[in-house]
């Protein structure tokens, strides 16, 4: 499958990238500073002797059939006005999750209850947002060697959820559906909850859904 | 420890009292009616060959060091304002999932964000209240022989978490610490989302938090 990583140069984006390539998907790495993203997917192809290309962000949307956003919540609302056009008829994969620090392990909601709601508002009907990825490791992603002992929810339009979760699957980990996109909320906001228990416990938590028929 | 359970003879209080009365713990089952809560506890008295009390819910108030408010979210906000004296100085268990049918595999986040911070908020300084509980069956929770593959989140105030957390450890179940009572927002929207799972799957979906330390 074409995917494109809009924000793709971070430590997030790069470890998607690295994963779906390996796997066999066409992978474009964007940054809002094309030669960025050139860079970062010439550095991925030589050390991992995959197969990658790379640009600005509205080339990562151009080449996508599925397209990842990848930013802080910082750049969230911002980046998505910027691909709006971009995307049209295109699933639309957000893994923000609205921290605001310093209280970075406390829930803020913001606005729109949740960022992928807040996305969704702004690409209108044009494209279908996706929720997932929210309680994954970039440090684990970054190393293809690293078996995942944890889960990926997901959350949005039926159709769309499971596209992307036929892609979840191809990081190597277990995808779960979660419902409609009014979900996200309870997924982005377990993140300041796993980061707590990072803290208190000195874990690297991760969410694992038991109880699934064998 | 001494229990009060405020609307205990659902069937998640019978559970909870069941497991509690067998851990050694001094329990009375609440109810609005008296006179249930008074059967209820000789039903489970003659049943399971535990002791424990029962009557009305200002009377599991007054007993308890630490109450457990149980009943659905329509009465959630009466239930605490009828409790708001009697739990003057104590620790509060909020185990409601603001759920509003019929569409509850969805996230429908309540005024307040959660219904434990709107207990807080009506219970004012007076209370400590604490968020548990919201992903355990009340099936597994009444079957003393099941035994759960599931954690626990709770949050709240420090110490009252402490003093919760050793409660929850006496069902049967770890407890794991999620952080401030603001962080009830994803333990109760979490709830919409394993109900989903459940359906989707044919699962009885729960929560493992994987990545502790040894």
Same mark, same amino acid.
């Given at each position: 499958m074409r995917i494109g990583l809009v924000g793709g140069t971070g430590r997030e984006g790069?470890?998607?990238?690295?994963?779906?390539?390996?796997?066999?998907?066409? $992978?474009? $790495?964007?940054?809002?500073?094309?030669?960025?993203?050139?860079?970062?997917?010439?550095?991925?192809?030589?050390?991992?002797?995959?197969?990658?290309?790379?640009?600005?962000?509205?080339?990562?949307?151009?080449?996508?059939? $599925?397209?990842?956003?990848? $930013?802080?919540?910082?750049?969230h609302a911002p980046t998505f006005a910027s691909i709006r056009e971009a995307v049209t008829g295109k699933v639309v994969v957000d893994i923000t999750v609205p921290l605001k620090p310093p209280k970075v392990r406390s829930v803020q909601l913001p606005a729109g209850s949740a960022a992928a709601l807040e996305s969704q508002a702004i690409l209108g009907d044009g494209a279908t947002v996706v929720a997932a990825l929210h309680h994954i490791s970039s440090e684990h992603l970054g190393d293809p060697a690293h078996e995942f002992d944890c889960d990926v929810l997901l959350c949005g339009e039926k159709d769309a959820r499971e596209t992307v979760a036929k892609l979840i699957e191809d990081l190597g980990l277990r995808a779960i559906e979660a419902g409609t996109l009014e979900n996200a909320v309870a997924l982005e906001s377990m993140t300041p909850v796993l980061l707590f228990i990072n803290k208190k416990y000195g874990a690297t938590a991760g969410l694992r859904i038991t109880g699934m028929p064998g």
């Open positions: 790069t470890g998607l990238a690295l994963r779906w390539a390996r796997a066999g998907h066409e $992978v474009f $790495v964007g940054s809002r500073d094309s030669e960025r993203g050139v860079a970062k997917a010439a550095e991925l192809a030589a050390e991992h002797g995959i197969t990658l290309s790379g640009g600005d962000n509205l080339g990562a949307c151009a080449h996508g059939e $599925v397209v990842i956003v990848t $930013v802080p919540y910082s750049a």
